[in-house]
């Protein structure tokens, strides 16, 4: 069993700065890549950032220069450091891991979103 946990969301005023954190636990053997998406009403889930074990990192165009992803292995945690928010970033934010398990099975595990809201 796997879980992610998410937190760090909250309301910001447009400017304002969030971090959001993402820990995985349980029966994990290896996490590969960790990433962030997000999904506001109406839309389609979407990618905002990923980060391999490796530490490279891809981001969607709207949020490079603003958001940094990074992740601690040796927490299985990832974080999304989000600057210079604007009222369009406002979603519900998903952490997301493709991991090993410690039966040797690689599955694609989602936390249960935290919400960002951006005040204009």
């Known amino acids: 069993q796997v879980q992610l946990v998410e937190s760090g969301g909250g309301l910001v005023q447009a400017g304002g700065s969030l971090r959001l954190s993402c820990a995985a636990s349980?029966?994990?053997?290896?996490?590969?890549?960790m990433g962030w998406y997000r999904q506001a009403p109406g839309k389609q889930r979407e990618l905002v950032a990923a980060i391999t074990s490796g530490g490279s990192t891809n981001y969607a165009d709207s949020v490079k220069g603003r958001f940094t992803i990074s992740r601690d292995n040796a927490k299985n945690t990832v974080y999304l450091q989000m600057n210079s928010l604007k009222p369009e970033d406002t979603a519900v934010y998903y952490c997301?891991?493709?991991?090993?398990?410690?039966?040797?099975?690689?599955?694609?595990?989602w936390g249960q979103g935290t919400q960002v809201t951006v005040s204009s």
């Open positions: 997301n891991a493709d991991l090993i398990s410690d039966y040797g099975h690689r599955y694609d595990y």
């Open positions: 349980g029966s994990i053997f290896s996490i590969n890549a």
